[in-house]
């Protein structure tokens, strides 16, 4: 098992931890569908009436997607198969409310997970980046999540300096990721003090304004992500195919495996 879930049924919160820190938490398949069989599962759960999302260890919460996994592809520009998508409790239709702890490193795919957490508490050595333009990679769903959450010219600085530059957890607090800064090994606490709170409050309450929050800016998302799928297939072809579609004028890119 990937994941470990910690009830506390007396304050109705889950811990849920990301278990692999060997691999610095990355999601492989397996992970991914341990992520959505869970969410599925909390739905129907009420001694659960909140959440907190975590990663094992110290070095980081998430690091996305596991770069051994290979995802086959559909020969198609306009479409991508991509496992990440699933693995966000919005994306289970779970309206109860999740917090992220993020100690170390978050970046990549984490994103599919920080984008559907209602708020983020960070250590201050926690640090937020995007690599996929390094890489030769469009940043899409990472970036529209975030566009959710900070600034236009910070997410845009984030996705575009890839593994140039790492946002710190007090940058990321000033720009509105992050709600709150602990001291290291201190998120978790922080998020599960939260989470008790929240839990403490009628459950049609919270969930109608977890709710209502989301659907503030729903409209946007929805017509963003419509455009994802095309934009990454495309800008991820390899050398060959660009050159085939823009008459030798296209660069450098990676397979598409996110």
Known sequence: MALRIERDGERGVALVILDRPEKLNAIDLETAEELVSLWRELRYDESVRAAVLT????????TGIDRGVQVPQ?????????PLLRIGPKANDLWKPVVAAVEGMACGGAFYLLGEAEFIVASREATFFDPHTTYGMVSAYEAIAMAQRMPFGEVARMSLMGTAERVSAARAYATGLVSEVTEPGGAVAAALRAAAVIAGYPTDAVQGTVRAVWSAKEAARTQALAQAPALIALGNLAPERQGELFEGRGGGGAAVVR
């Open 55 to 62: 990663g094992a260890g110290t070095r980081a919460f998430c």
């Open 74 to 82: 559909p020969p198609s520009p306009y479409a991508i198969d991509d």
